[in-house]
């Protein structure tokens, strides 16, 4: 089973920046970021599979999902920053990849324990 480790979450100002990382005890197929509000359902931010990208509409244009190979490192690099963006964020890994099925919490087996981003207005 595969390990992972967030970080990179704070607190910042609406129109700030923040960059999460996710260390990976292995290699996953795929690998995503959730976030989840107080009071709402885990949803999708943003999946990586190989050199495709997905992004949840609300983070389009904004938000930026890359991995470092080498070290199985995934990044989410969120720009522009707004209150409705303030979560937990957790980082997944799953072992397929399904087209339009990314958002699909059923499809990981693997994840992180969350790390909170709060955006202040």
């Known amino acids: 089973q595969v390990q992972l480790v967030e970080s990179g979450g704070g607190s910042v100002e609406a129109g700030g920046s923040l960059r999460l990382s996710c260390a990976a005890s292995g290699y996953t197929k795929i690998m995503a970021w959730f976030r989840q509000a107080p009071g709402k359902e885990r949803e999708g931010v943003a999946g990586?599979?190989?050199?495709?990208?997905q992004y949840a509409d609300s983070v389009q244009g904004r938000f930026t999902i890359s991995k470092d190979t080498a070290t199985n490192t995934l990044y989410l690099q969120m720009n522009s920053l707004k209150p409705e963006d303030t979560a937990m964020y957790f980082c997944?890994?799953?072992?397929?990849?399904?087209?339009?099925?990314?958002?699909?919490?059923?499809?990981?087996?693997?994840w992180g324990q969350g790390t909170q981003v709060t955006v202040s207005s």
């Open positions: 990586l599979v190989g050199v495709i990208t």
């Open positions: 997944a890994g799953g072992d397929r990849w399904i087209p339009g099925r990314w958002k699909s919490i059923t499809e990981y087996n693997a």
